[in-house]
């Protein structure tokens, strides 16, 4: 499992804002909300998120196809814990895969912070995220991502859409035409 990830992504950490930042080429982000809006407030809403976060993963791999799930956790020693509860009670066979030195990394990080990533193998199926894409909806939990078994494309939820690395240009390219309503109407796409 992510055997393929530093030759599908070379020289980028498994960290969803790092990904669009170092593969624009294969980028496209997608809103979950009709008008851009961030977070769902009622029942209808949460339907909607979840029907375009399957149907985005639904165009990027067949229902009963293997992908690796990462979840993360956080901490200030490099030693990998699961720091949020509800991703270890949806995904409680996740193995510690690597962790990434945020403060060396990244902006914004004072003190000694690691993002622990925990991979799992699934099978996926429409609805099998729902749970975890809801606490992304939520902003209960950050940097989940659904990665292809063979890591040619990423699918980052975050609070408000998922950005997708396609596995080139050409489907990024299919994404977003099938998809367009679903765009950004800002020039940058976020």
Known sequence: MLADWDRCFPACEPI??????AFPERWVRFHSLPGSKRYPEDEAEYAEVLAR?????GALVRPGEPVALLTTGC??????????????AHDPNAVPWRSVAMHRSDGG???????HL???????????????VRL??????????????DCRWALHPYDGGMDVIAASAAERDRLRAAFSAWLSSRPSGL
Not at 16 to 21: D, I, M, V, Y
Not at 118 to 132: A, E, I, N, T, Y
Request: charged share 15%; aromatic share 12%; net charge neutral.
């Open 109 to 115: 990080f004072a003190d000694p912070t690691y993002w």
């Open 118 to 132: 925990f991979g799992s193998r699934r099978v996926w199926q429409p609805g099998g995220f729902d749970p975890l």
């Open 53 to 57: 976060h399957n149907r985005v993963l």
């Open 136 to 149: 992304v909806a939520d902003g209960a939990v950050v940097n989940i991502l659904v990665v292809a078994e």
């Open 75 to 88: 901490s200030q020693s490099p030693e990998p814990i699961r720091s949020y509860p509800a991703l270890a």
């Open 16 to 21: 969803g804002h790092h990904l669009r930042a």
